[in-house]
């Protein structure tokens, strides 16, 4: 008898799906043994469940640091529920707080915030125009134009001026020109005003400046096929193995659905736009044969109130900004459409779906479960394992990795719901959708955080 902790059930990697138990051990949280049968296991689940190594997403906003200025919309605490409700054993926060994220001494005020979740809550650093690299590996991130904060560069020599010093340094971009999102301010809707010029037109400098700089580069939240998409392989055809990110977001809607719809556009807008149809099917078909290797939601909770920002209604009125929002649907639908489509708060929560959204991709997209276990846990936990020294890995159910793992019931839908979410913004791009399966349960090192 162990007095380790066993799971059973049906398990899958990136390269085989295999029915057994493995083994635990209680003080490290690791995976000592897999096997067919070891002993009686603490956790048994039925075959119908899918056990994948424990999800990462490597691109959230946490919103908490020093300022606690927008701790309103998120904090380390609700990104932690929101994480496990979603099945997300570790996550990734992006740099661009109130007090962007760019010292060792702030990267260290950080690390310690988030000691004492069980969820693992790692860290850019952000790149400036007049930072440099810390003294620890780290992963960068560098926004060559505005998206939300002002840690963000205005044109192609900003951005060589700055990465001349990170040399063969890890650097992620968030890729969209300035003076095209400048001259495009005006148009109609998000996706006009940031059109798939401007990322294309920043693409062009950034791989070169990859090249130029041997970056371990990564591209993220990629919202455009076509163009982009010949640029990237022309690049790597060089020999550079430059990654890309997709959000959940830019594989369920596109502009062309929405146009049909344009009321949706405060909660589905994020940097860089939505786009056409043809772009959404062309980031599903490459997402799908590892041309892109990410699942990363860009999770960016921001409140509800500022989604609907210009939705403010007469102050006698007595009606919050998303009750005269459903008001105008309802009385006006003409005039609720033409302000939908004004500038909102770019941004959208999805962490706390996550999970279910896999299931949408195994079942509507033709997905493998083996392709799940590639892009949301395989992948994700390559990367952060760069990062950490601690005694296991991430990404595999396999020995000397951690037994921290996602449990999806592929048959038990989910409808989001506000009730069922747990970040603490509060709301979901996803509302009223209904997955056709869920997490079942999240388990990390071994301690159960969500399920039965």
């Not at 990170?166 to 001259?183: M, N, T």
């Not at 005003?193 to 130029?212: F, N, S």
């Not at 455009?224 to 809607?253: C, D, Q, W």
């Amino acid at each position: 008898m162990t007095n380790n902790i066993i799971i059973e059930g049906r398990f899958v990697n990136s390269d085989e799906i295999f029915d057994g138990q493995i083994e635990i051990e209680r003080e490290t949280g690791v995976i000592l043994r897999k096997e067919p049968y070891i002993t009686n296991p603490a956790f048994i689940f039925s075959k119908d469940k899918l056990i994948f190594p424990g999800f990462g997403d490597i691109h959230i906003h946490a919103r908490e640091d020093e300022t606690a200025k927008q701790m309103y919309k998120e904090e380390y605490a609700t990104v932690n529920a929101a994480a496990i409700n979603g099945g997300v054993i570790h996550v990734s926060c992006m740099p661009n707080t109130p007090s962007p994220l760019t010292t060792q001494v702030q990267l260290q005020w950080h690390q310690e915030k988030c000691k004492q979740f069980p969820v693992m809550i790692f860290h850019y650093v952000g790149v400036g125009k007049n930072t440099r690299p810390l003294e620890t590996d780290a992963p960068y991130k560098v926004f060559t134009g505005p998206s939300v904060g002002d840690l963000f560069f205005k044109n192609e020599a900003e951005v060589r001026s700055a990465l001349q010093h990170y040399r063969g340094k890890k650097v992620s971009f968030h890729v969209e020109d300035d003076d095209i999102l400048q001259a495009r301010r005006t148009a109609r809707t998000h996706q006009e005003r940031r059109p798939i010029e401007c990322v294309e037109t920043a693409l062009a400098y950034v791989l070169q400046i990859i090249e130029d700089y041997d970056l371990e580069a990564k591209l993220c939240h990629w919202s455009t096929g076509g163009r982009s998409i010949e640029m990237i392989k022309t690049h790597r055809a060089k020999g550079y193995n430059t990654t890309l990110e997709v959000s959940p977001l830019h594989l369920y809607f596109d502009a062309d659905m929405i146009e049909e719809m344009p009321e949706r556009w405060p909660f589905v807008q994020m940097n860089p736009a939505i786009q056409r149809r043809e772009d959404r099917l062309q980031l599903i078909e490459g997402l799908k044969s590892g041309f892109i290797q990410y699942l990363a939601t860009d999770h960016a909770p921001h409140t509800i109130d500022e989604k609907l920002k210009q939705f403010e209604p007469e102050q006698e009125s007595g009606m919050t900004r998303e009750q005269f929002y459903e008001h105008l649907k309802a009385t006006d639908l003409v005039e609720c459409r033409r302000r939908a489509c004004l500038d909102s708060t770019s941004g959208t929560p999805q962490l706390d779906t996550y999970g279910a959204f896999t299931t949408w991709l195994m079942q509507e997209q033709g997905f493998s479960p083996q392709d799940i276990a590639r892009i949301a846990a395989e992948n994700p936990g390559a990367f952060v394992n760069q990062f950490h020294n601690d005694p296991g890995k991430f990404g595999r159910v396999d020995v000397g990795y951690y037994g921290s793992v996602t449990v999806i019931d592929p048959k038990q839908p989910i409808t989001i719901t506000r009730d069922k979410l747990r970040t603490k913004c509060g709301w979901s791009p996803f509302e009223g959708i209904t997955f056709p399966g869920s997490v079942y349960a999240t388990i990390i090192k071994g301690q159960m955080y969500r399920g039965k």
